[in-house]
Structure formats: structure tokens, C-alpha cells
């Protein structure tokens, strides 16, 4: 292979083209570094040769790394230490009990080694994403092995000998410390401690949704997905139909296409593999091509190959040669799962591929001892390629654990002084958000907005939101409303829309769905706030201004739809989380829930559940009423410290309701104090202590809530969650009832779904009346 007249080029080249152990390097991966190497030589007469040789060093160095890690990521499955002179291991010196996907993470150590490559080669530090968290051990592996690790795990997984034995005893380590927190830093999947990871990757698939709507314009993300969640989560082949250069960085996604999922084939490889894929991603809108997924350079090769092509094709847009959707360059990085160990391909490759314990079976670690020798590098050798691949300070880039998508600034926002509602008018909730979420919009015009919208928009009331911002189309049939650079995000996916808000950390996300379809986002949004909170709990506290989801359309307001659309799970389920960063807000007319929007877009790293009503609710509070009852949680809408009953209400139309029955109550002479509880979850028992610090103390909770003989809960949910979450206000079952959602539904109005769920007036006032009666010596 002739890639210069230069002999010592050449020399090097050959060098490299010999591989290193197991990972070899095929004839289309050689004749792709052929070309880039020719390219280095021609670039420039006084520095090609030596941009050549050390881009040559820099692949030989890859190689070893890669081969290091994937030794590494063996021992982590299997065995307690290492022995860095490559020495067997003795049987004590196994674990126990087997932990780890090391199939897949055996695929991912050339992947994110080869994303190392890439920015060495091109003196630039690009983002990651990987969607299989469980792979984690590659990450670990390359990571503790070229000293890319945060400052508490730098500390205890060094690269010697003592350093990695201590990364492999970590390993599925499930010991609690004095503090009763876990003591290893080393998880399962992608955790706050893990180098420059930005997701746990625990729900396969959403990082698939996620990726196109991350990076703003300069920078540049790469991507890892796996075949499995392709099939497991769908939409990530809309990726071209979102993807704008003039809003969005360069993405370069990669599928590990590994034919595997748990116990069998994936339906990928099932249909045809990736030859298959390929033909389907290119009809999506995709430029695919298959590259060798045991090979770093073949990865690096391929980063590099996609960042210039995607450019390329985003300038020939702007200039008009073309149009959008352009092709997004997509590799496939075909590989036997757990390619380097034993039982590759195979099903046992997920996990174990030589069992659950090498301890008692000479044979499995005969086997793999095997194994790792043809992966072991020397240390000095390695040492040196280490050397040579973190070439951070002689390019001036920062390592790849201080990405810019992990590491960007907070932003501020400028919120707009618009008109809130008078009190006694009527007025629609979604209807005053929209008109302040388009106030905020041209407040905040050097923002990136994106709005998750699963279809209904309109009929949601977001009609302003939607003239300011548009649906983001390729072919747009009416200007009005949709246009090529639009920032709703509108497609019939829940898990689709609310990742384009989730993603969208650098700007500003808003998702506006049916309170019922909102049940379908939930795991995304369970894995953003996993995440989050984490970060927050160990001092790296996220930058991201918090999401609000807005579940509309609601149980109360949506009988005519049937029973389906009848379902305040959401909010249920919402309220289980932790409530400094899950909460929940039930805004009770139009100024609560402008000034909900508000407060929860003051905040950082929450994802906000608001239930929101969009039919005309009568106006009860001020503005400065509003402001006080959101940072209260708690609005008290009739006064009485002395009275006979306490109705709190949770949610608009619990609240009139309750201000009904409060009515009727008085004209039987029994005295009522009405509440509305705006955010139940401030008022519950604190599980740790972060929720401790959001939650009202004791004493507040007595200076808002004033004491009562009796108290009746009226929730818009059902009365079972809200029973545990209101504990501190549950006086016991004589002194206080719940008043909830009880499955009850059909073709109704509100009149008639709070009548069959027993929460009408006249059902507040005889559950009073009862409640009076049963403890009539207690009132006195």
C-alpha cells in the first residue's frame, strides 16, 4: 500500500496496518486511512510528513488503548484485580458472582475509543451520547486508563495496577457506607461520576429521540445507539425531518449494530442486518454507510468523514444548491457481540459469556485467560500510547469528561411584565400561558425554544405560541402556521416530542400534551430527572432550565372522549418523585398558572408536571395573590381559623367545587375554610434530605395551614396517592376524608364526571354533614 513517496510515512503505516491482538484492520478501513493519510501529505508541503506520521501514532496508539480497555472491561466483568505484567489470575482472585453487559460493552470500547481518535486526529473535543448506559464499562475502562475522570474518581481508579484492581472490585460493588449511601462510583449504567456522561441511557431508545435536538451551532455531537433500541423505541428515524444547521450543531450518529438483544437475534439482524438497515435509513433521509465495529480507526475515520460531509452539505442549503431535510450521514458499525471474548455472537455474549463465576471452573478461566492475553498491552507500551492519544495540551482542547454539552453556562432568562386576569372574570388557564409563553418568546429572541407538541396544539389553546414559533416542517403548506425553521416539535409520539423539549438543555422546552397521552412520557422523563437529581446531589448541580409539562384536555374537562381520556395518572405518578426537582402544580385559575410557567422557568434541572385546565375557570387570585400562592404551594381562598371544616381542594375544579359547597355549608350555619393546594408535594413527609430543604418545616406548614378539627381533601387525582403524599395533613380516617378520582367515567360533562366521582358540591356538603354528625362531640 503506497500512501506517500516518503519511506518513513510509509514505514508507519505498515506499522499500523499490522493491528495490534485481536483488533485487525480490514482492506476498506486501511484504504480509508490511506486516503486521509494522503491527504495529511498533500495538505501541506513543510508539515504533511509530519502531520502523517504523528496522525499514524496516534491510530497505533488507539489501537493498544482499545485493546487495554477491552482487557480492562474483562477483568471488571469477572475478576476482583489485575496484574498489569499479564500473569494469570488465581481462582480467589475472581469474583464470586459475575457482573456486567459485557458483550456490549466489549462493542463499545473501539466505538469510544475510536471517538478519542477522531478528536486527537482533529484537535477538537466533540460531545458523546450513549443511549446503551449498560455498556458503561467501556467508558470506564478507556476513561481510567487515559486518565479522563472527574476529580473524586481520579482519585481512586488510577491507572496502575493498584488503581484498576480498585475499578474491578467497584464493579457491581453493592455495599452501603456508614452514610448509608452506596460506596462505589462505579455503576451499572452512566452515572453523575462517569466522565462526560450526560444520561444514564437506562430506557433504551431515548437517546435516540434526543440526540439531533441537542448541540447549538459550532458544536458537534457523536452519538452511539444500539440496534436494540432502534427496535425497541420509534422515531429516531425523523432525525433529517428535525435536523437545521442554522439552529443546531453537526450530529454524527453511530449504531453498534451487534445483532443481539438479551436472548435472541434482534429483529435487525432478523430482516436482513445492516445491509437491510442501510436501505431503510436511506429512504428515511440518512447517507448510511457500514463500517467495521471492532476497529477504532474505522470509527475515527467515519466521526471525521460525517462531520465534513454534514458540513458540507448544510453550506450547499445555504448557498441554495440544495434543500432540507439534507442526508445526515449515518454509520453502522457491524460487529459479533462481545467481539474479543469468547462466545461472541452468541446469546451469552450479552452478559456472561464464560459464566457467572470463574472461581470453581478451571475450564472458563483457562478460557479466559485465553482471551485476555491476546487483549493484554504492556504497560510501558501502553503508558506511551496514553501518552500519545491525550494529546489535550499540545492541541489546546479540553478533555472529553468537560464536553460542551456538559459543561455550558446557565442561562438567564428575561421574563415580560404582561397583564394578569382581574379577579371575579373568567378566564382559560392554557389560554393566559400562551399569551405569556409568546410574551417570553420575544423577550427571549437569542434563545433556542422548542415545544413538544403530540398534536393537539390548537385545540390546547397555544394559538400565539404557534403563530411566534410554528411547526417545524419540510415542506410547509400553510405560513401561518408551519414553517422549514418552526420550534414545535409536532409528531403523534409522546416519547418523540417530549425528547425534542427534554434535549433541548441549551434553551428552553415547553411540551403541551392531553393530561391522558402525558402517561406516555413518563420514562423519559424519569431518566432526565434521575440524572439530574444525582448531579445536584454530588455537587454538579445541572445548568439546564427546568422543563414544564403541561397535561391538558384533562380528566375533568374531557368526558366526551370516553373513559381512555379520563386518566390523572400522570400527575399520580409524577408526585412519587422527588419533589425538589419532580413537582407537581395544579394551578387553580389563569394568574397561577402564568406564575407557575414563571417560577418553575427561574429554577434549574426540574422537570415540572403542571395540570392545567383549558376551559374559562372563574378568576380567584390577584397577581401578587398568584406570585405568594406558587411559592407557597398553597392558596387560601376563604379564611377560617375557627371554623368547623377545612375543604382543600387540588386542582381548578376541585377548587369551585369546594367554594360551592363552602357556600352551602354557611347557609346551614356550619363554618368552612376553603384552600387550594397548588403543589401537594410541598406539604409531604421529606424522604431524604434535598426533599427536606424543599418541603415546608413543621412550623410553616402550621403558619399556612391553619389547624382544623376536620378536613376534607377534594383531588383531582385519586384519593389513594394523594392519601400517602398529604400525610402530614391527614388528621386520621374519623377527621379527615379524600375525595378523588374514582375510575368512574364515560360521555359526560364536568357536572356529570364529578357527580359519578362523587366530588359535586352536594357530595362535599353530605360528606361534611357526616363528618360533623360522626364526631359532633369532638366539634364542641
Known amino acids: 500500500m503506497n500512501v506517500s513517496q516518503n519511506k518513513q510515512v510509509q514505514r508507519s503505516f505498515d506499522d499500523w496496518a499490522k493491528g495490534y491482538g485481536v483488533i485487525t484492520h480490514k482492506a476498506e478501513t486501511v484504504s480509508a486511512v490511506n486516503d486521509y493519510i494522503e491527504t495529511l501529505v498533500q495538505a501541506s508541503s513543510d508539515q504533511g510528513r509530519t502531520n502523517a506520521i504523528d496522525a499514524l501514532a496516534l491510530l497505533k496508539a488507539a489501537d493498544h488503548v482499545c485493546s487495554a480497555s477491552m482487557w480492562l472491561i474483562a477483568h471488571m466483568t469477572y475478576a476482583n484485580k489485575v496484574k498489569l505484567d499479564g500473569e494469570p489470575l488465581t481462582s480467589n482472585e475472581f469474583k464470586q458472582k459475575a457482573q456486567g453487559h459485557t458483550g456490549g460493552s466489549l462493542n463499545m470500547a473501539p466505538a469510544y475509543t475510536g471517538y478519542m481518535l ?32 472527574y476529580d473524586e474518581k481520579a482519585q481512586l481508579y488510577s491507572p496502575d495496577e493498584e488503581g484498576l484492581s480498585q475499578l474491578c472490585y467497584d464493579f457491581y460493588r453493592y455495599e452501603l457506607g456508614s452514610d448509608g449511601k452506596q460506596v462505589s462510583r462505579v455503576g451499572s449504567h452512566v452515572n453523575v461520576h462517569t466522565a462526560g456522561g450526560i444520561v444514564e441511557g437506562g430506557y433504551l431508545g431515548f437517546t435516540e429521540l434526543q440526540y439531533v435536538h441537542m448541540p447549538l451551532p459550532g458544536q458537534e455531537l457523536v452519538t452511539f445507539m444500539s440496534d436494540g433500541a432502534f427496535e425497541e423505541q420509534r422515531g429516531s428515524d425523523w432525525a433529517s425531518h428535525w435536523w437545521r444547521a442554522w439552529d443546531t450543531g453537526l450530529v454524527m450518529p453511530i449504531m453498534i449494530a451487534n445483532g443481539r438483544r438479551i436472548d435472541q437475534r434482534s429483529l435487525m439482524e432478523q430482516k436482513g442486518g445492516a445491509e437491510s438497515f442501510k436501505q431503510h435509513l436511506a429512504l428515511k433521509g440518512f447517507d448510511p454507510f457500514i463500517i467495521d465495529g471492532s476497529d477504532p480507526a474505522a470509527f475515527a475515520l467515519a466521526i471525521l468523514t460525517m462531520v465534513k460531509n454534514l458540513k458540507q452539505r448544510s453550506e450547499d442549503v445555504k448557498k441554495g444548491g440544495s434543500a432540507y431535510p439534507v442526508r445526515i450521514p449515518y454509520a453502522i458499525a457491524e460487529v459479533a457481540k462481545g467481539y474479543g471474548m469468547p462466545a461472541a455472537g452468541e446469546n451469552a455474549a450479552h452478559s456472561l459469556p464464560l459464566g457467572s463465576s470463574l472461581r470453581d471452573d478451571s475450564d472458563a478461566r483457562a478460557a479466559f485467560h485465553q482471551a485476555t492475553r491476546k487483549l493484554h498491552v504492556a504497560p510501558d507500551m501502553l503508558f506511551k500510547s496514553v501518552k500519545t492519544l491525550t494529546n489535550h495540551e499540545q492541541n489546546g482542547r479540553v478533555w472529553e469528561k468537560d464536553h460542551e454539552l456538559r459543561c455550558f453556562q446557565r442561562r438567564s432568562l428575561t421574563f415580560p411584565a404582561t397583564e394578569r386576569e382581574n379577579s371575579d372574570n373568567s378566564a382559560s388557564c392554557m389560554t393566559a400561558i400562551d399569551k405569556w409563553f409568546a410574551a417570553l418568546l420575544g423577550a427571549n429572541k437569542e434563545v433556542r425554544f422548542r415545544v413538544g407538541n403530540p398534536d ?9 405560541t404557534l403563530a411566534h414559533l410554528k411547526h417545524r416542517v419540510i415542506n410547509p403548506e400553510n405560513e401561518e402556521t408551519e414553517s422549514l425553521h418552526g420550534g414545535i416539535i409536532t409528531a403523534l409520539n409522546e416519547e418523540a416530542v417530549v425528547s425534542a423539549a427534554l434535549a433541548n438543555k441549551q434553551g428552553v422546552g415547553l411540551v403541551v400534551s392531553y393530561e391522558a397521552f402525558a402517561m406516555k412520557m ?183 395551614i391553619s389547624p382544623s378539627n376536620l378536613r376534607i381533601i377534594v383531588s383531582h387525582t385519586g384519593a389513594d396517592v394523594v392519601t400517602g403524599v398529604l400525610r402530614r395533613l391527614d388528621l386520621g380516617p374519623k377527621r379527615t376524608t379524600f375525595l378523588g378520582y374514582r375510575n368512574q367515567g364515560g360521555t359526560l360533562d364536568r357536572q356529570g364526571m364529578q357527580s359519578v366521582n362523587h366530588q359535586a358540591p352536594e357530595h362535599i356538603v353530605q360528606t361534611a354533614k357526616s363528618m360533623l354528625f360522626n364526631n359532633q362531640n369532638d366539634i364542641g
Open 522 to 704: 413518563l420514562g423519559a422523563m424519569r431518566q432526565e430527572l434521575i440524572f439530574a437529581r444525582n448531579l445536584k446531589l454530588n455537587n454538579r448541580p445541572p445548568n439546564w432550565i427546568s422543563v414544564p409539562i403541561i397535561a391538558t384536555s384533562h380528566t375533568w374537562e374531557n368526558g366526551k372522549n370516553e373513559q381512555s381520556h379520563q386518566d390523572p395518572g400522570f400527575a399520580e405518578k409524577w408526585m412519587t418523585e422527588m419533589a425538589d426537582v419532580a413537582p407537581v402544580y395544579f394551578p387553580v385559575d389563569a394568574n397561577t398558572a402564568v406564575a407557575t410557567l414563571q417560577n418553575v422557568y427561574q429554577t434549574y434541572g426540574r422537570i415540572a408536571a403542571v395540570v392545567v385546565a383549558k376551559k374559562a375557570l372563574p378568576v380567584v387570585t390577584t397577581a401578587a395573590e398568584a406570585e405568594e400562592a406558587v411559592k407557597n404551594g398553597c392558596f387560601i381562598a376563604t379564611e377560617g381559623k375557627n371554623a368547623d371544616i377545612q375543604l382543600l381542594a387540588i386542582g381548578g375544579y376541585q377548587l369551585q367545587a369546594c367554594i360551592e359547597a363552602a357556600q352551602k355549608l354557611r347557609e346551614q350555619s356550619v363554618s368552612c375554610s376553603v384552600i387550594a393546594l397548588l403543589e401537594p408535594g410541598k406539604f409531604r413527609k421529606p424522604r431524604d434530605e434535598a426533599e427536606a430543604e424543599y418541603c415546608h418545616t413543621d412550623d410553616a406548614l402550621d403558619l399556612l
Open 118 to 149: 477522531a478528536n486527537a486526529l482533529s484537535g477538537k473535543t466533540r460531545s458523546w451520547l450513549m443511549g446503551q448506559g449498560h455498556c458503561v464499562a467501556a467508558i470506564e475502562a478507556v476513561n481510567a486508563i487515559t486518565g479522563n475522570q
Open 456 to 464: 393537539e396544539i390548537t385545540s390546547n389553546r397555544m394559538a400565539k
